[in-house]
């Protein structure tokens, strides 16, 4: 078992409401979620160029809250949470010194080799929010080479997405791989935070890998989309139709290598790529073939997550003001405004409750259940695992940040 | 030569205004134009299942605007200005009983192999808008490869970018492969209706086709980006950089590769592909190599463009409303806002003069050339040819549309 470096720093709780259903799909919940306090030792050049820790009593700390949903069993998503805020920890550590600087140097060191350096990394408009960005892209990467070590070296199978929030310097960072979502919601405003990937949002992407490399196909798929799977009666019409380079559509006569299975095929929830894959970023899957094939589908996604930035020291905050964070059986039954309005209705409603944010954790899982309380006028039900973070922005004496 | 066919079906000339300056860089303007009327002929499949042109009386008339401008001299832009409106009509012809549908049909014959096919077509959301995008993807390709045999045929070399406006049952196309720009001006609104393609705004996937094929790179450049090119001094330290998946900045201790010559190199209106060229999409450039190798610039090029459309018959419409069409001239010049005052300053001043629009042309033109008329208060200069489209969206009697 891989045991991440530093565990002693990680601490809990926070004031944060968290919810959690299991749909019982799998004997242990495919959704798993970690969060905690993010303690960034400060590190330096020595006189041998090597790192040392100095200073180890002055840290910079961040919070850190992170949702995985599991696919093929709950393995690698109990890994992901186990696992990647170390990851994050440690990148973060190899560029602290950058971070802490107004603007981070050209180089490392702080040495300035050439005297208009400070002005290069200026007009590239270099900040240290981009060295964040540059970190959560590495741990993501860093963490799914261990849950593919760790994974193989169990016999253990399975991949799940992430969903990350860090809070540090007065900067929300939400990193995204997968279909999970975070909005935030405010008196007078809803703001998405992150974008989903799946094999139709990704299907650019996807389209051109599989032009690139037709190997990765084997024969057995076509990399053109049609609005629906073609067949015999189809030969020789000219039917709608779309190429990795085209936004819009237009028509081809059809042959019969276009009577393949679609590389890509379904529509919204049932989209699936290579007819396996709801999702097309996320951690794991380094085992996962085309059911009976030896066509694998790691080639086709990637653990990157986009990340967006809240700047949350220029939010004039207030309250009740809250990012809601939650995997996609919450999405796949409400909407953003329906959450918003369960969200606003509740925390007005609840303001001297301590426990406030989470029973509005709890609230919003009860919503996917089907009980129609009139909230959403309704009363859909999710058949998958839920899990919900509410993280307030605001914290009384603290002024913003994460808390 | 290429002779387009229907060349007869082009015609002459419609209230817009166009200027046009030339900064003598050749002795041809390297900058283009064309403009017209678009004329679509209806056909059908006959009974052969062959295209029959029908009705030929019966026309769907569009209207076309487009900039091009050249770089390596303006072979290409000519060639472009003479050939992709009549590939953009052939690609519209070939579709356009789809396009007379309230909604595209899944078979272009029309006939239903399966019942649920409109519901198909339906959920994908394809609608007539889709195939005329899909057109102008399509044209710019089947023009690029008329440029591309033509130039090699003729002996000439060179590339153009290309910016296109057409106008067409109600909508607006805007499609831009290039650094030149097409903004919507009304009088309490600035719309930016194309973006550039730069080796700045395109370096994750210039940099992920390096990443892919190495060997387009032939050992001579480095496909990694750091703030500026790295030298001896930088060798063994920790600086700036990002790779082809990274949108935030890390660091990577220097080895000797990294100090080659970087694939995208300079920052904004210096920054250049392999040294070469200041775009990323365009037409032509079929030949161009690195000076004094054999490393092609083409397979980094993508002649694909942009499509964005607006929905003219959705505004409501304003007699000053005008669409302005631009090389990157202007635009290096005049900001977005700049363009937007002197357009709104110059129409309401000459509501009466019938040829308000080229003057107005001709206004923005003069504004690059450093002569300060109080307009702008900046006076900066073009030293690049200059051309401007000034469409009007509003026409009396007619209600709206291009016309």
Known sequence: ?????????????????????????????????ACGKLCIQRCEFGIEEEWLTVCPEE????????????????????????????????????VVEGLLAPQPPMHLSGRCVCSSDPQFVEEKGIRAEDLVIGALESAFQECDDVIGRELEASGQVGGCTALVAVSLQGKLYVANAGDSRAILVRRDEIRVLSSEFTPETERQRIQQLAFIYPELLAGEFTRLEFPRRLKGDDLGQKVLFRDHHMNGWSYKQVEKSDLKYPLIHGQGRQARLLGTLAVSRGLGDHQLRVLDTNIQLKPFLLSIPQVTVLDVDQLALQEEDVVVMATDGLWDVLSNEQVARLVRSFLTGNREDPHRFSELAKVLI???QGKDDGATGEGQVSYDDVSVFVIPLHSPGQGSGGH
Request: contains cysteine; negative net charge.
């Open 1 to 33: 078992m891989y045991v991440p470096p530093h565990t002693s720093l990680w601490v809990w709780p926070m004031l944060y409401g968290i919810g959690i259903i299991n749909a019982e799909k799998s004997e242990f919940n495919e959704d798993q979620a």
């Open 59 to 94: 840290f910079l700390t961040g919070h850190y809250w992170a949702l995985f949903d599991g696919h093929g069993g709950p393995a690698a998503a109990i890994l992901a949470a186990n696992t990647l805020h170390s990851c994050l920890r440690r990148q973060l550590e190899t």
């Open 366 to 368: 009860h919503n996917t």
